[in-house]
């Protein structure tokens, strides 16, 4: 098991956000966690990240209790974040952006080698090396964000809802990068999602949250078969 959340739970005041979690992802899994807006799935990812506390509960990573350490401990040990709407940095070039994700880890990455990966992935970054990241549309920034995350060769990547603000041809090409590096390059990812659809279709099993809570979980393809989901989720 490579991640293994249990019982956790996210408060901000009153509102308990993430109510008693349990879920789990082992090493070369794509895992989604689907719900509606507010069911609690940016808390949850959050947490996992270490950027915002949780009350009771563990996170266990590659079998250690991560729980108690700061977030860039989390990502020294190969936990990297693509956040809800990721902000890249406006002042900096895209090359730069994409340092920052190998900062501190010059000598223990192929650096020339991701980089030619990336930009095979996400050929725009590459035409665009050169300009700053706020010169870049909005789709483009979330690649660039994708890109600072994957430049460290992570072993897991949570990722919150990065089809949002995407239109769809984009959304399918980012769907599309992340199910190669799952299946071709065996990395571990956990991926929020609201675009259902998109997020059945490439994980191979997910958990649908509601109200802080996991309502339904199992094999994606039989999620997408599941009556409540079909109605709720995929709108069929
Ligand atoms: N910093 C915060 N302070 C107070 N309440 C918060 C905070 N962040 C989130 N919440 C509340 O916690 C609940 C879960 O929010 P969260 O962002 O985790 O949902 P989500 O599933 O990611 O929703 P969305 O699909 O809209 O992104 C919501 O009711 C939200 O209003
Ligand atoms: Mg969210």
Known sequence: ???????????????????????????????????????????????????VPGRGGSILYAGADISGLPSHRRAALGIRFVPERARVFPRLTVYENILTGAYRLKGKIDLPGKLRMLYELFPVLEERRDQLASTLSGGEQQMLAISRALVSDPRLLLVDEVSMGLMPVLVDRVFDVLKMLNRERGLSILLVEQNARASLGISQRSYVIETGRITLEGASGDLMEDPKVREAYLGL
């Open 1 to 51: 098991m490579l991640l293994e959340v249990r019982d956790l739970s996210v408060c901000y005041g009153d509102i308990r956000a993430v109510d008693g979690i349990s879920l789990q992802l082992d090493e070369g899994e794509l895992v989604s966690v689907i719900g509606a807006n507010g069911a609690g799935k940016s808390s949850l990812l959050n947490c996992v990240m270490g950027v």
